[in-house]
């Protein structure tokens, strides 16, 4: 399958961001719908009548069965599925899945869409979302997009206006201030063999450190460490990642302790294309979070908003009963343990600038309206050829009030092979958010002390 190189329109919602155009906030009677007809995130509250209702507040009521203990329970248990989409049907519900969703069902015969009924969980503190509405009417893009203006904390624009706007949304997305978790990933061989390579993750915003001070580092927007736990052969090896908001004007920083050399070393491939942690190459460094850091060897496009059927609500993936090998399948993951909603989404096309370089010349974003995270992405190659998909199989994490992920995927439909990330079990620990500010420390020195010890 082709990527489509005509510019498309949908509405009064497209628009295409050029190198150098400026942008700004939304005018404050704009900015007067979030709230009233819009959420303080910027989606729709309104349902469309049928499948997706209104939105109510989110997911606020804490589950029965779940005792706060980072191990989550499903909060929709009695849900059915209400029809399945396969290789028998996929050409009726083609207008609301991707062209990658459709080509894995094609290749795949036991690859299938369960789809479940809709809720709308996103929830947020209330700082978040009286930050976010604050926003609309002070951040702005600079320096041709790269960077934003006026910008601490939350969604900076609940109201886009280009596709470069909503692709900050998803990289600036709240995601719970500290947090910390255990995870593994997966990249099998076409007959499904794999070996898991475990993580621990910290994931610090710069606003949450205790000795935050708005005007230190105020180019950073988070920090992140991944130290690889297992296997033996790989463990104790780590990333540190300091990062910026704007990574033309001052690159990523990123630094990699290696334990069998014991020591400290900058990282400067851990961007863009750059090969993705013990992956075996089937990611890339921008693959990660389904896409991060620098947006500027992209032209973006924002094509507008459709309803899709997206991973939502992916409870049964992170139960912890579940062994690997009941997850793992060859191809894909097994997607009897999936769960698909009808949603919302912003289409935004990603085409490489002419002169610059990446393994990915388009990546086309389908982004969930009520969270701005990024739930299907379609890639494609220099010759235009479709090659990866990935999904994101969310979950709201309702006693932070933190929208997130339980499982990324992105399958090679070239290679018959696929990587899984943020797998769960009985053998891992829970997720563990950070209800105080965190004292961790992520300098370069903290790094070499913790790997020497």
Do not use: C
């Not at 009064?12 to 995130?41: C, H, M, R, W, Y």
């Not at 969980?121 to 979302?129: G, L, N, Q, R």
């Not at 609940?158 to 995870?183: A, D, F, K």
């Amino acid at each position: 399958m082709k990527l489509n190189k005509t510019l498309l329109a949908t509405g009064v919602l497209a628009a295409t961001l050029f190198a150098g155009n400026a942008f700004g906030a939304v005018s404050a009677q704009e900015a007067a719908k979030l709230g009233d007809t819009l959420t303080p995130i910027g989606a729709e509250k309104a349902g469309n009548g049928k499948e997706i209702p209104a939105w109510d507040g989110g997911l606020k009521q804490i589950p029965a069965g779940y005792k706060g203990d980072g191990i989550y329970v499903d909060p929709y248990p009695n849900d059915k599925i209400q029809f399945t989409i396969d290789q028998s049907n996929v050409s009726q519900y083609a207008d609301k899945l991707s062209p990658g969703q459709v080509a894995m069902i094609k290749k795949y015969s036991d690859y299938k869409i369960p789809v479940y009924p809709t809720h709308r969980p996103a929830a947020y503190p209330k700082e978040v979302m009286d930050k976010s509405v604050d926003n609309a009417t002070k951040v702005e893009l600079i320096k041709g997009g790269n960077g934003l203006g006026n910008y601490q904390d939350a969604i900076p624009f609940p109201i886009p206006q280009n596709g470069l706007e909503v692709i900050w949304n998803h990289i600036t997305r709240y995601r719970g201030g500290s947090v910390q978790r255990n995870v593994g990933q997966v990249t099998p061989t076409e007959s499904g063999a794999y070996s898991v390579v475990k993580f621990q993750d910290e994931l610090t915003w710069r606003a949450y450190l205790k000795d935050y001070k708005p005007s230190e580092d105020p180019n950073v927007l988070f920090y992140f460490k991944q130290a690889i736990t297992g296997p033996a052969r790989l463990a104790g090896n780590v990333l540190l990642v300091h990062e910026t908001i704007d990574q033309v004007a001052e690159p990523r920083r990123a630094w990699v302790y290696n334990a069998g050399q014991r020591r400290v070393r900058r990282a400067p491939q851990v961007a863009y294309d750059g090969p993705g942690t013990a992956a075996d190459g089937m990611r890339t460094s921008d693959n990660f979070d389904m896409f991060n850091g620098a947006p500027d060897r992209y032209n973006w496009e924002l094509i507008g908003k459709k309803e899709m059927y997206i991973p939502y609500n992916s409870y049964k993936l992170v139960d912890r009963k579940l062994k690997y090998d009941q997850i793992i399948k060859p191809g894909h993951i097994n997607q009897d343990l999936t769960r698909y909603e009808l949603h919302r989404v912003w289409h935004v096309r990603a085409t490489l600038k002419p002169g610059e370089r990446h393994i990915y010349a388009q990546r086309d974003f389908y982004i969930d309206e009520d969270s701005w995270q990024a739930t299907v992405i379609d890639h494609y190659d220099g010759r235009g050829e479709l090659w990866r998909v990935a999904e994101a199989h969310s979950m709201h994490f309702y006693d932070q009030e933190v929208p997130w992920y339980a499982i990324e995927t992105l399958y090679d439909l070239l290679s018959g092979r696929y990587l899984a990330l943020g797998l769960t079990n009985e053998e891992t620990d829970p997720y563990a958010f950070g209800v105080e500010r965190s004292s961790r420390d992520y300098t370069p020195a903290a790094l070499r002390r913790a790997g020497t010890r």
